[in-house]
């Protein structure tokens, strides 16, 4: 029989636990590291407020900050700064004035001050399930050396383990205070970056128990810390249904054997206005017409123009959206890390029982990871792979680079990370421009490998037979084979896009 894991608390910051598997261990001390302004402060006043949340009595130890600023601050973030004690030991003007003049004590002088019997009079008196200390490296500047400073901290975090109370406390990292010697005295370490490319948090240290694995962001907001877990693909639990989704458009489904089976990620890949988007949406609307719920991530065009494109092309986005078939999210990647657009979409998976969700498109959510070179296959098959896991169908668009010419399945090379590739070409056939699709690869059945025209009409989409007549058409620039007879001919319908 496995061994159980021990019992955890909260640290009031739902992604934070989710990375620690459930939380902190009670009783035990944490350090909480990182720069100024990284949001130490704000992460160690969550983990007190979900203590009184719990019916649990918290100690705010301040060493630096004085007590009313940092309420208010607390207090503009929403926090309850009235069900929090607070000992407050930041130093106050008269300490370093004195008839108006500044005099700074020596280090022999502040040890002599009664601190520690202050700390020991307020911890008892309050008798917390939780503390914060912040920032434990006050301390440093407070004692004669390091060993002085080493000694009293050890001191200081058995007293207040002795009292049965759970320890968080901050530290500031500089070039000039470094914090590493620190790690000896800590059964956890929690570490706040911030990088180029956006708030990093890890735990490079947890006693007693693994924590996830991963790269994992988070953001200060107006309400607090939030914190995005890196996305784990998990695994398939019970059995899922793997019929097959239909476009609705004969055509394609005939290209595809039937349609995508669920559970699968498709690549929809072409150039610019060849009708990526419209084609994805069409398996949308076939699956509201089930009552199947759907979201569709826009990267590339705002909300306003795709539903006012897709209501001219017959699909009733409107509709769909009134009986809550489809959710229409537009993102703004610069904004975003992908590790909390992961979370949106976990959100819509797992709580919302989102079946298919479509990425428009692939350029725009590699934004999103800000720079990091080599990280956008990594994050799409995880993506994919949440996503299969999870029972749900994804739908990929991918912008290649030319409108004619040199064929390329895809711009990301992700091809094989896709179940199935619908592509979309231009054509210039006789000095008109003209559409064709075909399928490229479809792992879980056969497909048509011909290729067929395509075009939006005011009616929706439009498919033709396939186009024998021509050679040369993933060139983007074919001939009309000989002896064929004039390829082609128009039934009248006109064009939409």
């Known amino acids: 029989m496995s061994e159980s894991l021990p019992e955890r608390m909260s640290t009031g910051i739902a992604g934070l636990d989710e990375i620690l598997s459930g939380g902190l261990v009670p009783e035990r001390s944490y350090m909480v590291r990182g720069q100024a ?25 301040n060493l630096e900050e004085d007590a009313r600023d940092l309420k208010a601050n607390a207090a503009a973030l929403g926090f309850d700064t009235d069900a929090i004690d607070f ?58 050396d390091d060993y002085q400073f080493r000694k009293q901290v050890v ?21 000039s205070l470094p914090t590493d010697d620190l790690e000896f005295i800590t059964d956890g370490t929690i570490r706040l970056g911030t990088e180029e490319y956006g708030k990093r948090i890890d735990v490079p240290k947890f006693r007693g128990s693994s924590t996830l694995s991963g790269d994992h962001a988070y953001r200060v907001t107006d309400d607090g810390m939030e914190v995005y877990p890196a996305l784990q693909p998990g695994t398939r639990n019970g059995e899922f249904d793997f019929g097959q989704i239909s476009s609705g458009i004969d055509e394609v489904d005939d290209l595809l054997h039937g349609g995508i089976e669920r559970g699968t990620v498709t690549i929809v890949s072409g150039p610019t206005g060849v009708g990526k988007t419209t084609l ?66 976990r959100e819509e998976v797992e709580e ?29 098959h995880a993506l994919g792979r949440y996503l299969k896991n999870a029972g749900a169908t994804g739908v990929f668009i991918d912008e290649t680079r030319n409108i004619t010419g040199d064929f390329e399945a895809t711009v990301e090379n992700i091809s094989y990370l896709a179940d199935n590739i619908l592509f979309l070409r231009h054509l210039e056939v006789q000095g008109e421009m003209r559409k064709a699709i075909g399928v490229l690869k479809k792992r879980t059945s056969d497909f048509e490998r011909t290729i067929r025209e395509f075009r939006i009409t005011e009616d929706g989409v439009r498919v033709g037979e396939p186009m024998t007549g021509l050679r040369g058409i993933l060139s983007g620039t074919p001939e009309v084979v000989d002896g064929a007879t004039e390829w082609g001919e128009r039934d009248g319908e006109s064009e939409a896009r």
């Open 155 to 175: 001191g200081f975090m058995r007293f207040l383990k002795d009292q049965d109370t759970t320890v968080v406390f901050t530290v500031q990292d500089t070039d």
């Open 280 to 345: 994805s949406t069409q398996f949308m609307k076939q699956a509201a017409e089930r009552g199947e719920r759907s979201v569709i991530y826009l990267f590339e065009e705002n909300r306003g123009t795709f539903l006012t494109r897709s209501r001219a092309v017959g699909i009733p986005v409107d509709e769909m959206l009134k009986r809550g078939t489809l959710q229409v999210v537009e993102v703004e990647a610069l904004e975003r890390s992908p590790q909390e657009f992961a979370r949106m979409v």
């Open 352 to 380: 919302r029982d989102a079946e298919l969700v479509m990425i428009d498109g692939i350029a725009g959510y590699r934004l999103t990871l800000r720079g990091e070179g080599g990280m956008l296959i990594h994050q799409m």
């Open 37 to 61: 302004g990284s949001g130490k402060t704000i992460l160690s006043l969550h983990f007190l407020q979900q203590g009184v949340h719990e019916g649990e009595t918290s100690l705010f130890i």
């Open 87 to 144: 000992l407050d030991l930041s130093p106050s003007a008269d300490v370093f004035t004195e008839d108006q003049s500044y005099e700074v004590f020596a280090p022999e002088e502040v040890e002599s001050e009664p601190l520690t019997d202050r700390i020991v009079e307020g911890v008892t008196e309050v008798d917390p399930d939780r503390v914060v200390v912040d920032p434990l490296t006050q301390l440093r500047f407070l004692l004669s």
